[in-house]
């Protein structure tokens, strides 16, 4: 037990600081200032897709209210809060209420953590341009992004509305099952940084952005970042098609609007962390700081940092604007045959390559062991996405049941003939629609017991 | 920042534990990969072959271990001190390999229900359903209960090696969680089997919250999750006692529920006659030795010098388990459900030998030691339940296995082998000599005698009287009385089930006529490292 | 030689089970007869004056001092010799599967007799303790498949009364002989020979305890009263040859257990205890005696009578004099073979009757004077009449027990009253007066049967007269052990 | 760190006693959830009153058995309540209790 | 404790911002009555009567759930292991790849079982 405890992180760090030394009126000055910036954020964000979308389908987008149309998303919100608010009879109406105050708190409380700057002069007082952070951080981070989706859970459960809780269901299991591929992106980030603190984490990409030499874990952290935030081309519990507004179906009005707030405000919040994390948070792109010296000091960071962002802005715009929406069942199985046994393969590559360069005379055999373990898992791996397929052999063999362990669990629709079709093998066949699978609904099911 | 020093993980000694649970994965991979065909020849030859090596493992490392440090104990602490591999955890390793061996045996049985194991065919099938004609249609059935029986495994080997509470509670959940799925899992009667498993979950989840905030109430007072450490900190009386009293008594709630002791048997008679017996025979045997090791270690490693708060407590509940076990078991008129009680009233049994536990320097040179004792009659215990379940599973009548004792009336004419054998096993759990039964209670007796704690003899005497009683009323009930209607059947076992009721028999006999080598081999497994 | 003794039956009930059908009752008699001829070979090389003689020990389980230890003193050797003797006889009266209403057939009758008197010589020849109490309980199984197999509606619930009678009698005694171990642990030797732990010095109070433990379990086996209702249960539903096993056999082990260990081992509680065990011991012969004379039951009443005799064994043990302990023992001899010839008579007069009821019956004696002659001759050494071997014994327990306190010998001396009432009565009920409906017939003893009675009968006139033999062993062994047990004492009577 | 362990006894009886006396099997299963958080803020509150890690530790291991027992929990449950169509635990009384 | 309590500092804020919206747009919409409007939607129809929480829904999200669990755990034991994986080196490598390995066993089998099967 004891040669153990080192494993855990030990308080306190000294990496921090600087943190926890503010007065009280800086902290709050700090806390309202995020907390304008993400309301004002939100605003432009919504604007800014709308434009952006709106050009590259050869439409002209929000252009009346303002400059450019700046004012149309606070003219939205003004227009929100004056309609009425509607409270269905079949919902549970403590729950009803408290979803949309359950989604947005965390939403805001994520950026307490991501470092917008270095310590600046922050009214005479010498303070980091982040309202604070701690050795675990990043977990802190995650930790209180999964709060938000029980706003959305509660939110559909409690409307009494069947595409409510499907949409709350779908979202709910979309973004648990992102949320472990990007837990896992982290933990090679984790390995080079060897903290969990977020200035730490800065501090540790000044030579090297780790989104370049961990670009796997970027990739799959940016692939699930998208799933998790519920965008398109992952925006399935929100399919119009299939189930109307998703969670948020019977909302109006300003809860309505929370949800919506929200949802920008996470959508910032995964941009930021990919930007802490793989693009060196608020430190000035390379070559800029040869050029210029005082690119990393002062208030400056804070234009590094927020155009990072927003190229990842722009990217989850791009997306929508050019991507069709994915089908539930090929989404999930990207989420969980793909990026995680990926990313699991990744984490081991990179322990390996890391205790490589840590010992430079290592001890052969254990290498050899392990390169060996690897190797087995490699191919165990390609053996299991070979075979993945195979599994439709069984079927005919087995009987009437498409296959064994779970299918039985519920009624299903009747199957194609030629069994199912699983993974992402065939997108081209039509042979059900979207809308086809997702009848799978509660009332279908009661029918059929 | 402290530095980190690698923990020594002695790969060697930590053989046996290491291949179980490899087996355990590799039946998983098995389940993942081979065709529906082969998986359950592959599994029981895997299962099997596991199970073996572990043994032949066992018997390796005992015969390579050390004198630890220059105590009295024999065997090292692995990986990094949270595992101890000494005389007692080798002792129990053997004995849970054995037992899972045969259990292995009894749950590969197909010839009993005419060509499928007594597992449910598809355990997410709604009874009655189309989809539950489809999987019986198709001869379906669980092979996935060889790899839970081998994590179950690992956890009862696990369990009684720790050597600290963490790594204790661990070991009790990964014993725990596949057991709670097996029970579950019975093709016939299912509503009953799935009721069994819902409640020895909840019941034993909800002990295991007890046991874990014991643990960190002993934590709490001696700063340390280590037996050493802990014991350090008793014999210093460091802290407040209250904390390490109620520690010391929520922990027991865990343990003593795990052992079925009275007031935590509630579960024992409802799992017991709810779950699928071959399930049954090897939990009964298994999880009692397991959680007896454990208990042991915990008391008498960690919590040794404060016996004087435990040992009144262990009175008292060794004699209530004694009473109601004896008692409750003659009012059950079904076969499993006595099992169980009688059961609980060895518990009791078994305490009685836990509470004699002495300083070394009572004890005289040859004489006896309570973990020896202890020890010895787990394995007689243990042989007798697992012989006697494999028994119960080949009495059948019109709708599969009969457990209700009225329709065992007649057995002795039916088949007088087999109930001549179950006769036999009931005598030796009823302690009669010439069985192993018999030397075991002896040896409790003669521990705890000695340890000055006769009033639990007496009362352990008495309820052996009572215990008598019942098993001669399940005898009688096979020999003397008229059979109703067509009376009960006997199904033709398979040779694994013949050879795991022989064993049974075999040992049973074995270790109660010449009972030495086992009793020897306990004094040589010596003592707890501590 | 005593090893062999004990394998004798117990290889004979193997044989006899797996042996073809036919030859089961010639083979099961030839290996009783075998067993016989042993035991009288042991008798004849057997130094009276010499104590424990052909003694073999060999460590059993090292890690618990038990011993598989062997050996017979003057004690031992009679009761070798009653059960040798008795055996023969019973299967003889089996011979026939009539003999055995209700059960099974004669192989595993003959079988589990020979296992019962295989594990009753062990018992009487066993000088570890632990050793001693695992024969005494294995003595159980076969005695309960006996009661259980054959014999009358209601066997079954007979049986189990009896073995969960006997096995709480022999956990209290397991109770006990853990409790002997542990004193001689705590004493240095962790051991269970006797010989080991009549060395050992015990302490008042463990003493008293231990006695406590020894004499309830031996009590329950002997019978005693208030722990004997067992035995009339059992005997009225068993097969009379069963009972005689039980009583003429397997119920001395009490009376035996009590001698050899209560007084051996423990001769201080003993003595502590003499008031309360003489007063269950009087109680015993007067209420055994008393309800005997109400009984309907010939089966029951011959069982109750047992009941009043094993109180006189007692009493001539607990009464700590050398005439007590001589009578008692002797009493256990001549008991054996008058009952054995009481239940082995009704037998034959319920196989032809085909009743039990005594007021069912009459006007025997008339078709069948052999069976009432020797009905009779067992009445009348069941109440002590003079020239029959039982005076003898009963005459020095009573002497002894005046000795000890006149109120004592009193109420045994009432005792004999009513022996003879009920011995009488019974008699007139069912031999003489007139005849009842059915009992037109009732053929005489054959051949067969004659051959089983007279020897019993014989037995008991000549010990009557001549009963030196017997005490030549029995003497010395008193001698010793009352010695040994430090009671002073002015030589015994010879 | 007192208040902290007062706090853990709390929640700790607050499940215990939930789980004595509701009769929703899922009910008394999150009452046992609750036992077990219990216990680790037992663990980590002792945790910085002793200046040792194994607490924490421990709060991690106790997490992982949790999650253990949930999936385990929930698939027995599931399975009961698919079959009767009722999560309450007196609704399962085929067995006497 | 002092690197907390900013974060209490912000979600204050933010929690009184949330209620006082949810507050507001009861206090400030218009309340017009209407049956239908109370209804839950479904596109147009009568809508099928349902107990709070829609009652049952398919046992596929159970088993998501369940999964995540298992590799949320799996991730507990990572971060710790990435943050001080420089002092383990080689050990600590080689006690991880076990740990990934065991794991990765289960995913193969969730996997081969059709648990990761969406339909």
Known sequence: MTSLAPLAADLPDPGLAAFGQDPWWVILLKAVLIFVVLVLLTLFNIWFERRVVARMQHRVGPNVHGPFGLLQSLADGVKLALKEDIIPKAADKVVFLLAPVIATVPAFVTWAVIPLGPEVNFFGHRTPLQLTDMPVAVLFMLAIASIGIYGIVLGGWSSGSTYSLLGGLRSSAQMISYEVAMGLALVAVFLYAGSMSTSEIVAAQDRLWFGLILLPSFVIYVISMVGETNRAPFDLPEAEGELVGGFHTEYSSLKFALFFLAEYINLATVSAIATTLFLGGWAAPWGIENVWEGANSGYWPLLWFFGKVFCFIFLFVWLRGSLPRMRYDQFMALGWKVLIPVSLAWIVAVATIRVISLEGNINRTYLVAAIAVLLVLTVALMFVGDKGEAVDEDVPAAGDEPHDAFAGGFPVPPMPAGGAVRGAAAPLTFAHTPGGRTTVTADAEESHE | MTDFVKPTIDYFELWPLLVVFGVACLGVVVEAFLPRTVRYTAQVVLALAGLVLALVGVVLVAQDVKTYEDGAARGVLAVGGTIAIDGPSLFIWGLVLALAIAGVLLFAERHLDGGVSAFAGQAAAVPGTDAETAAIAANREHTEVYPLMMFAVFGMMLFPAANDLLTMFVGLEVLSLPLYLLSGLARRRRLLSQEAALKYFLLGAFSSGFFLYGAALIYGYAGSMDFAAINEAVRNDVGSSSLLLIGTGLLSVGLLFKVGAVPFQAWTPDVYQGAPTPVVAFMAAGTKVAAFGAMLRLFYVALGADRWSWQPMLWIIAILSMFVGAVLAITQDDIKRLLAYSSVAHTGFILVGVLGLQAAGDLAADEITSLQAVLFYLATYAFATIGAFAVVSLVRDGGGETTALERWAGLGKESPVVAAVFAFFLLALAGIPLTAGFVGKLAVFSVALAAGAWPVVVAAIMASIIAVFLYVRVIKVMYFDEPVGDGPSVAYPSVLTATTIAVGAAITLVLGILPGPVLDLAAVAGEFIR | ?494 | MTQYVVLSAILFTIGCVGVLTRRNAIVVFMCVELMLNACNLAFVAFARQHGNLDGQITAFFVMVVAAAEVVIGLAIIMTIFRTRRSASVDDASLLKY | ?119
């Open chain 3, 1 to 494: 030689m005593l090893t062999v003794l004990i394998l004798m039956p117990l290889v004979g009930a193997l044989v006899v089970a797996v042996v073809p059908r036919a030859q089961v009752r010639p083979v099961g008699l030839a290996f009783a007869l075998a067993t016989l001829a042993l035991g009288l070979l042991i008798a004849s090389r057997y130094d009276a004056s010499a104590g424990m003689q052909f003694e073999e020990t060999h460590t059993w389980i090292e890690a618990l001092g038990v011993h598989y230890a062997l050996g017979v003193d003057g004690l031992g050797l009679l009761m070798v010799l009653l059960t040798v003797a008795i055996v023969p006889p019973v299967l003889l009266a089996s011979w026939k599967e009539s003999d055995a209403p209700g059960g099974r057939g004669s192989r595993s009758y003959f079988a589990w007799v020979l296992g019962l008197e295989a594990t009753s010589l062990a018992v009487y020849t066993a000088t570890d303790v632990l050793l001693f109490y695992i024969v005494f309980e294995a003595t159980l199984i076969p005695a309960y498949f006996l009661i259980g197999g054959f014999g009358r509606e209601g066997r079954g619930r007979a049986a189990t009364k009896f073995l969960v009678y006997q096995l709480a009698g022999g956990l209290i005694l397991l109770a006990s002989v853990v409790g002997l171990y542990v004193v001689s642990a705590n004493a240095g030797n962790p051991s269970f020979l006797v010989s080991d732990l009549a060395a050992l010095d015990i302490d008042e109070t463990t003493q008293r305890w231990l006695f406590v433990g020894f004499f309830a379990a031996f009590a329950i086996k002997a019978p005693i009263f208030p722990v004997h209702t067992w035995l009339a249960d059992t005997s009225e539903k068993a097969t009379p040859s069963t009972s005689v096993l039980l009583v003429c056999v397997l119920d001395k082990i009490g009376t035996f257990g009590m001698l050899r260990f209560c007084l051996g081992l423990l001769p201080d509680a003993s003595q502590w205890a003499t008031p309360v065990v003489v007063v269950l011991a009087l109680i015993s012969i007067v209420y055994g005696a008393f309800i005997a004379i109400g009984q309907d039951d010939i089966l029951r009443l011959i069982g109750l009578t047992s009941l009043s005799h094993f109180g006189f064994i007692v009493l001539g043990i607990f009464v700590f004099n050398p005439t007590g302990g001589t009578g008692a023992i002797l009493y256990m001899v001549n008991h054996g073979i008058a009952t054995a010839l009481m239940f082995l008579v009704a037998g034959f007069l319920i196989n032809r009757t085909g009743t039990t009821s005594i007021s069912a019956m009459g006007g025997v004696e008339k078709h069948a004077p052999i069976l009432a002659g020797s009905f009779l001759v067992a009445g009348l050494a069941a109440c002590g009449l003079p020239g029959l071997s039982p005076f003898v014994s009963e005459m020095m327990v009573i002497i002894a027990a005046f000795d000890h306190h006149w109120l004592v010998g009193a109420v045994a001396v009432l005792a004999i009253v009513l022996a003879a009432i009920y011995a009488l009565w019974t008699y007139q009920r069912t031999m003489t007066g007139p005849d009842r409906a059915g009992m037109l017939a009732v053929p005489d003893l054959d051949r067969r049967e004659v051959g089983i009675v007279a020897p019993l009968v014989l037995a008991l006139v000549l010990f009557g007269f001549f009963p030196m033999p017997l005490l030549d062993v029995i003497n010395p062994y008193v001698q010793d052990s009352l010695a040994s047990a430090g009671i002073v004492q002015e030589g015994g009577l010879r």
């Open chain 5, 1 to 119: 404790m002092e690197l907390y309590t900013p974060i209490l500092a912000l979600a204050l804020l933010a929690t009184g911002f949330a209620v006082f919206s949810v507050i507001m747009s009861a206090v400030v919409g218009p309340k017009r009555y209407n049956r239908a409007k109370l209804d839950s939607y479904e596109c147009g129809i009568e809508p099928t009567p349902q107990p709070v929480g829609g009652g049952r829904f398919p046992v596929k999200y159970f088993i998501t759930a369940m999964l995540f669990i298992v590799f949320d755990i799996e991730i507990i034991f990572l971060y710790p292991w990435a943050v001080h994986f420089d002092q383990m080196a080689l050990f600590g490598l080689v006690e991880m790849v076990l740990f990934i390995a065991t794991v990765f066993v289960a995913y193969a089998y969730v996997w081969r079982r059709g648990g990761l099967d969406w339909d």
